[in-house]
Each structure stands twice: as structure tokens, then as C-alpha cells.
């Protein structure tokens, strides 16, 4: 079991920056791999960015390839995901979700069993 906590969300203008954080409990979380998702108000949850149970393979959507980064310190049960060159249409509900398994599968079937709460990100033009 696995329970996640995400924090760093805010208000920010566009082409700020935020670093949004998932800490988790649990002493196997060094296993799983980590996704993070978006839901902007009346949109589906949509994938950002997800990174293996090591660290060592990362993925992310276009939409925010090369202005997003995707780190893991196992060590602190944590999962960051640094969000710079923000743009208005970065504003939703961030979620961090957990899951095990090959790292393309948990992708392609977006098999994340363990959710947090959420952090609200709104960036103004």
C-alpha cells in the first residue's frame, strides 16, 4: 500500500516556474514507478509525465517536453517534477499516481493503482 501526498502547487505568471513534489509513505516505494496527470476545469485527466521505479527512464507528453523534468529521491520518498517556461495552459489539478511493473505497460494501459490528492497549479498571462 501506498499513499501519496503532492504539494508545490500555486499561482504563478507565465513563464515562471514551480516544482511540484510527491511524497509518499510506504517502504516499497523505490518499486514503483511514478506518473503525473492533469485535470484543467471541464477536461479529462490527462498524462504529463512519468518516471520508472529508478529513475533512469523518464517520458513525457509533447505538450510539455522540454519545459518539465522528472526526478526521484527514494531515499526521501519523493518524486519531483520541475515545471519551468509555465504557460496559461498549464493551469489544472496536478495528481502524482503510483504504480509496479514494466514501465511501457504501466504507460500504455496507465495502470497507476495508488492516487494523491492533488495541487492546484494556475499560471496567469
Known amino acids: 500500500q501506498v499513499q501519496l501526498a503532492e504539494s508545490g502547487g500555486g499561482l504563478v505568471q507565465a513563464g515562471g516556474s514551480l516544482r511540484l513534489s510527491c511524497e509518499a509513505s510506504?517502504?516499497?516505494?523505490?518499486?514503483?514507478?511514478v506518473g503525473w496527470f492533469r485535470q484543467a476545469p471541464g477536461r479529462g485527466r490527462e498524462f504529463v509525465a512519468a518516471?520508472?521505479?529508478?529513475?533512469?527512464?523518464?517520458h513525457y507528453a509533447d505538450s510539455v517536453k522540454g519545459r518539465f523534468t522528472n526526478s526521484r529521491d527514494n531515499a526521501r520518498n519523493t518524486v519531483y517534477l520541475q515545471m519551468n517556461s509555465l504557460k496559461p495552459e498549464d493551469t489544472a489539478i496536478y495528481y502524482c499516481?503510483?504504480?509496479?511493473?514494466?514501465?511501457?505497460?504501466?504507460?500504455?494501459?496507465?495502470?497507476?493503482?495508488?492516487w494523491g490528492q492533488g495541487t492546484q497549479v494556475t499560471v496567469s498571462s
Open positions: 510506504g517502504r516499497t516505494f523505490g518499486t514503483y514507478a
Open positions: 499516481a503510483a504504480g509496479r511493473g514494466p514501465f511501457d505497460q504501466l504507460l500504455e494501459n496507465n495502470d497507476f493503482g495508488f
Open positions: 518516471i520508472s521505479w529508478s529513475g533512469g527512464t523518464t
